[in-house]
């Protein structure tokens, strides 16, 4: 497995930081757009981080990674706000730093690039709620420390909160910890708690799969339960076609490291100023935010997204 | 005849000892060959190679002739060689059934462990050393004398054609010392070559056959038991004389340093009372079980007084662990020293200062010059035979640990000072040495309370013995003129605890 | 503190009053087993009086067994390393390794479900080999040991399939989806594991070996039991059953997971301890470390019925991990 | 497996031949901490010679000293717990809580700044006392009583503050942020805790009494030495360093993290053993421990300065791991 991308002898060298740097999600999109940025502006870009959950190791990752003066770096934000004070730090080491994936809104970065995890709750709720005229049960799973996870929770409360009034109530917000098989256990758990829930939303790339599972071993049928979640593997997509999953949101993740690689070069390289506010730094070419936009797969658009990955 | 054990030229070495060099030893079938020597002499090194725990460094064993290469543990029971651990060998979660049959249990339909045939056999065992005892116990409960009868037991479960006991007597009492030679002889008529380690001299002379002496790992003469006197061996072994006298003629005491009134503890003491005064050494004599131990423990803070009161210098006292114990001038050298006593992992300077961590140290810090001071001290007095004060106690013989055990607690300087088998493991010489240091001590003014299962000790050391039975203080004796009968006696006579003559 | 420690509810042979069942009630008495048992029951029964229509249904209870036949499958055998003084810390390693080696050799390269399934094991059986070889061959203690390794394995996990494998195969997938009387697979495969495990721990002069070993293993060498060995093959008999607990678990998924089993180590040690091991070994039963499973899973069913927010099921399942020691503590001291 | 090690190596009232500095190289002599030490030494010449540019930098070198601190507080105390054979899993919630307290306390209430960190070192104090009380007077085994409080702390955490409190307060940060000489307070305040907690282990009487502990717990008892209350204040010495690294975190970060601390326990155990302590208890010294959290971080920083594949990493720090532990290990065989 490749975690260096781009020409070996270029001086110049990116960094991407994450927690659990090798999930699986990361490898399969992020890694993709690492690659592809590094070939085509003949730069490297490295990985570098944690592989498991460890916020100390990331933070001392960050900090020792800057240490190196590289040209830039992108650290994934959506884990944690104590993250903020250690891409401070390289601000003022003078090492351009973005953030992508989860914002830190506090930090002095130069912009973030990535979706917006509110929308994404608000997204999966929508979806739901057409489903569900009558309204109903509704349970949420997550990772409940994930800073990111929280907005997503706090965005589907807030929009079943507004525009579901009397009809929903959602009776559950469950911690699945980003494992396929703590979501099948928490969705089996659910289902027994609650005989006539109506949906149940997964926010990280691991719940769906779980909930999924759950319902087929319970022996639910297909849109019995209106399931929302991210999207996963490639495989995944085939729930929307069968059914099991009502949508699935798409956050084109390939985007984040390339947009977040570019605009860095950009920065480093490019000798346009902006006058406008957003110009940090005397006027640099840099965005405060850059949303790459989300996607939802529902079962009307998954045969082109399924033609072109690829998955019978 | 083949000899069944010959070892020819062994040499071992261990880490700053040379514990066997080049030393030979024959047992013919039938014969007990006695294997006499100091602490550290190499006894048990020259058992555990036979028995395949260690291999030697050069030097060849033979079982009828046969020469065996590099045995372990396993193949030396294939081979027919049973022993007896100085150290123990058993574990104590388990049931004496399973120790008994350790990693050998019979077994029957799909390798299911036959327990009922376990049981009985393990019973007949045991009934053959004279004990009756539960054989689903777990041997944790067991006190050290019950323990050691089922080591033996689990030693005597194989067929043998040759067995080592390496000091099995060192716990036990009289009536189970005089079992076990009946199974000894038993077994050597059928033609068991059993070679027997022990400090007692006395037991050499009514068990054994023949008698090969070690000093510092090597041979210093081989006898025909019947041909040598004590004398004799005591020379070969200590390079000279060592005699044992009594204590002689009423020595005045002091005060009541100690005194115990009406103890109970659980589960097994009852009813204990006796007084210690300075300058006395008191025995307290009594079978296995009796609750001695568990009596000066109650009486050290280290078990929970059901009843009854604890005097020191006559005034009550109630402690709350073995430190305010200590702080009011109490001392405990507790009868199992791997357990209860030492810190084997430590070397002998930790040990020694373990009871006087602030005599070792300046303003609350310790001073290892103090500490090295102390325990050189202590090595030359008690003549502890270790290369250094650096070396690990665990990698001690038996009677040097024990030593090191009294080092710890006359390092305290107490005034008043219980000792739980005090030479269990010694050797002539140190017990001689040990028992001149309780004398010495005593004749300074230490309160002593020995508690000893070695009847001839008790005699030999006590000014006053107080016997015990089931748990209960059964009657007193003056040291100077009892007798082993009396204790004995007084010992094993069914009491009730309505019926006690209890002492004054 | 390990050393601290009251006295040990060690397995003993109990006097043999009466007919088997009997016997083994007899045993259970006055152990932590016995303890759960009641536990277990108690929990039952209240939770299906107080939610008759959402505890005891069928669903309900096919999903706790199910959830729980991974932990009590790792628990056979961490039991055994307990039992012995050992433990394993890299068990959730072994088991991502052999779910992705299984996932790769049948979904990449088009082996038979069956033989991916073997590889699994197998791969399982090696990690779990060379465990037991750094333990007792380089004499370094099972804690650092498995430390290593459980980074080590989760390296070679990463490296094998970084994305790990979905979908794995619909032949792969039926032997951990198919249903027998109302439950998949996995649990009747841990139902045969941990009966076959309860059993030989119990009965087979072999694997009574073990209780020697954790209860002094100076002794046990001293008996002639092959300490060394013995402990090396209690590592390969846990590295099996992760290996089996892995493709059972990517079998049920359908799908390879990299991430597989992070953190399973610990749930499984509690279990187990709380089934009556204890750091030092030479006690604990297969059957009490079942249960010390089934309570936890139960406990935690029981909290998302009961719809206790998660901030609140931490704190609770510490108090009854806490409870579920204590009450046979409890009853210790009161023997003396 | 526990009982399988080799000889340890307790420490000892060594010889005090010559000066300080040369009495200390011989404490260390023969010692895992000396091990390690010639290996830290080794890996900085190693990677001052091949990245001059990189490696011996100021800010790379302050990066990893203060990545650093909060370890080697926390190596400090466990170091004092597994002397004493015992240990605490529960101090990454330990940190969370203190931190969460600390921030609560200045960033919501608006104290002043010192006594929100004298509130989080007390929280943490408070923690540790609880874990001491299961420990000791209700005889639960360390494992299982600090398994345990690790959830439930974790819970409380989550209890106080579900989100974390960012920022905490300038007033607040400047404890964690200010730089002296270079590097930040937290390594200033892990440098004085770790000589003192040095010092004080190897030095006085009272400490030396853990090691005894450690040693044989009932011979200790019998020895005078009050076991069960050092047990006690082993705990609570775990606790309020615990807090001292929740509130230096909290500072150095101006945000108290709910997550803080996750899976720190692991780390801290394996430097702890890495320098030289054992799970049977007896021996290691808090250098030995400081220097295993050293070199685990100068390992991981050599690491990425190489620029060595992430899917490699795990792997690396597995095999140092098993290296730093065998190359002692090596030594004892040739001795026994
Ligand atoms: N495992 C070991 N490591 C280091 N030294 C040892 C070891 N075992 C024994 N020794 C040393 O070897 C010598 C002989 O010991 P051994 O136990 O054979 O003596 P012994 O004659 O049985 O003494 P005792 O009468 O006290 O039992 C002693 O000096 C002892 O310290
Ligand atoms: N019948 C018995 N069953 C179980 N345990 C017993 C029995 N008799 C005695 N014990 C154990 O023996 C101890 C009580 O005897 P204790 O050791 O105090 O007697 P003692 O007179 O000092 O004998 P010893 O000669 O063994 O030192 C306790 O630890 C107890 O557990
Ligand atoms: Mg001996
Ligand atoms: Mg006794």
Known sequence: ?312 | MTARILAQGIAKQFPGVQALDAVSLAVEPGEIHALLGENGAGKSTLGKIIAGVYSADAGQVFIDGAAVGAIDEVEAGRLGIGIVHQEGSLVGQLSIAENVFAGRQPTGRFGRIDRRAMRERTRALLADLGVTLDPDLKVAQLPPAQAQVVEIAKALSRDLRALILDEPTAALTLNETERLFEVCRTLAARGVAIIYVSHRLAEIFALCHGVTVLKDGRVTGVRRVAETSQDELIRLMVGREVHFARTTGARSFGEIRLEARGIAAAPFVRDASFAVRAGEIVCLAGLVGAGRSETCEAIFGARRLAAGEVLVRGRRVRFGGPWDAMAAGLGMAPEDRKDAGLFLSMDVAANVCATVLDKVSSSGRISSTKADALAGRFIRELRIATPSARHLVGHLSGGNQQKVLLAKWLAMEPDVLIVDEPTRGVDVGARSEIYRILRDLASRGLALLVVSSDLPEVLTLADRIVVMADGCTVGELDGATADEEQVLRLATRHTRVDALPVAA | MSNLALEPAAPSFRSRAGTLPRRTLLRLANSRALMLFVLVAALIAAMSAFYPNNFPTRYNIAAVLLNAAQNAILVTGMMLLMIAGGFDLSIGSILALAGVWAGVAVGWWGWPAEAGLLIGIAVGGLAGLVNGLIVTRLGINALIATLATLTIYRGLTYLTAGTGVTPIGDAFKAYGQSVFLGVQTPFWVMLAVVTVGAWLLANTRFFRQYYFIGGNARAAKLSGIRVERLTLIGFVIMGLLAGLAGVLGASRLNSAVVSAGINVELSVITATVLGGASLKGGEGTVVGGVLGVLFIALVQNAMIINGIGIFWQNIIVGLVLLLGVSLDRFKHTHRG
């Not at chain 1, 991407?16 to 993709?32: C, E, G, H, M, R």
């Open chain 1, 1 to 312: 497995q490749e975690s260096n991308f781009g020409p070996r002898d270029s001086k110049e060298v990116y960094y991407w930081i994450s927690n659990k740097a090798n999930l699986p999600l990361f490898v399969q999109y992020d890694y993709v757009g690492m690659k592809r940025v590094a070939e085509e502006l003949k730069v490297q870009v490295r990985v570098a981080g944690p592989t498991d959950f460890d916020i100390p190791g990331f933070i001392a990752a960050v900090e020792q990674v800057c240490a190196q003066k590289p040209a830039g770096v992108s650290v994934v934000g959506g884990f944690d706000p104590s993250l903020t004070e250690a891409v401070n730090k390289c601000i003022e080491m003078g090492v351009p730093t973005v953030v992508d994936d989860g914002d830190l809104p506090l930090s002095k970065r130069l912009t973030y690039i990535g979706t917006n995890w509110t929308k994404i709750g608000e997204a999966q709720a929508r979806a739901m709620m057409a489903k569900l005229p009558n309204g109903g049960k509704l349970a949420m799973t997550s990772i409940i420390n994930a800073d990111n996870m929280r907005e997503a929770v706090k965005g589907f409360t807030d929009f079943v909160g507004a525009n579901g009034k009397n009809k929903f109530k959602i009776v559950a917000n469950e911690d699945d910890n980003g494992d396929a098989a703590k979501a099948a256990q928490i969705t089996s758990a659910l289902l027994a708690a609650n005989p006539d829930i109506v949906g149940i939303a997964g926010f990280d790339s691991e719940s769906g799969a779980g909930i999924v599972r759950a319902l087929q071993e319970g022996g639910k049928k297909p849109g019995e339960i209106v399931v929302t979640a991210m999207e996963q593997t490639p495989d995944f997509f085939k729930n929307a076609r069968d059914g099991w999953v009502e949508g699935i949101v798409v956050q084109n993740r390939e985007l984040f490291i390339y947009y977040a690689v570019k605009t860095l070069y950009d920065y480093n390289h490019n000798g346009l100023k902006t006058s406008g506010l957003t110009g940090v730094n005397g006027g640099v070419p840099v965005p405060p935010t850059i949303d790459t936009g989300i996607l939802l797969v529902t079962k009307s658009n998954v045969g082109k997204v399924l033609a072109a990955l690829k998955v019978m």
